[in-house]
């Protein structure tokens, strides 16, 4: 079945001046704008096109990739403010409408904004809205503590960043063990700490237990071989410098650390540690 405002897979079945038609099934014959094709494009190919509804409401293709699909979040510019709404870039020709019923507080001109994008229900259009709360977080959040998953940072307060996780659900990611600014819109790879019995998930930027020590050991072997088989760098070593130089926080380090003492791999000494 062929989605709207999805990534699809479809068949080229004919060949026209201004471009190729696709077999787009329950949608019927969808148009792929001849700027979007190639001389090596023929019928009987399946091409990765995403479908939505152009200007006159007709089912089009394109072979560019937009910065959201339906059912994703996505942190977007606004191109233009206009009677109905505002207008904003999500990486294809047509931008996407977020009407002012659909804004939490007034967009403005070349501004970014998290902006939720799904299908309206009355005119089937592919809309976008500030009102995340209306599609987010509205299942049980099933996941593993520990489970990595991947997150945008859409707001923060003094306390903690807020995350969307999977296009899903809500999480805090605590200010106080992060070791380096994130801003609004940025996309990372994020660990659930806890689900809390409310359903709230504190989230962690480090992945648990031996998974992550393991990958960091190996870092930090190949930092010494480096930089000659020492770093002036051990356990009382300010935190900072600590994920300056590694990208960890302290506790991982020292944890780290102590692995590979007890593997023989270092010596730590009290002004750094020392390959043996």
């Known amino acids: 079945m062929t989605e709207l ?6 068949k080229v079945v004919k060949k026209v001046d201004f471009g190729l038609y696709l077999d787009g099934d329950n949608l019927g014959e969808i148009l792929l704008p001849k700027r979007y094709t190639n001389a090596e494009m023929n019928v009987g190919d399946v091409v990765k096109v995403f479908i939505y509804l152009d200007g006159e409401e007709r089912y089009t293709a394109t072979t560019d ?25 999500w990486g294809i020709m047509k931008d996407i409408l977020v009407p002012f019923s659909e804004q939490k507080i007034s967009m ?3 501004k970014y904004y998290p902006v939720f994008i799904y299908i309206d229900k009355i005119t089937e259009r592919i809309t976008g809205t500030m009102k995340l709360e209306k599609f987010i977080h509205k299942t049980p959040p099933l996941y593993q503590n520990g489970e990595e998953v991947s997150g945008m940072i859409i707001s923060s307060t003094d306390l ?4 969307v996780i999977q ?8 200010k106080n063990e992060v070791f380096k600014p994130l801003m609004p819109g940025q996309k990372l790879i994020l ?22 020590i393991d990958s960091i050991g190996q870092n930090i072997l190949d930092r010494l071989k480096k930089e000659g088989g020492f770093l002036a760098i051990h356990d009382k070593t300010d935190a900072e410098v600590i994920y300056r130089t590694f990208g960890i926080s302290k506790k991982v380090f020292k944890t780290t650390i102590g692995n590979l003492y007890k593997n023989r791999k270092i010596q730590i000494l009290p002004n750094g540690i020392q390959l043996v």
């Open 5 to 10: 405002g999805k990534t699809n897979h479809l």
């Open 65 to 89: 990739t937009p910065k959201a699909e339906v059912d994703q979040i996505a942190y977007l510019k606004v191109k233009s403010i206009e009677k109905i709404g505002a207008f904003l870039d």
């Open 108 to 110: 403005e001109l070349n």
């Open 160 to 163: 903690a960043y807020k995350a």
């Open 167 to 174: 296009n899903l659900h809500f999480g805090l990611l605590y």
């Open 191 to 212: 660990y659930v700490k806890k689900v809390r019995d409310d359903g709230k998930i504190d989230l962690t930027l480090e992945a648990p237990g031996y998974q992550k």
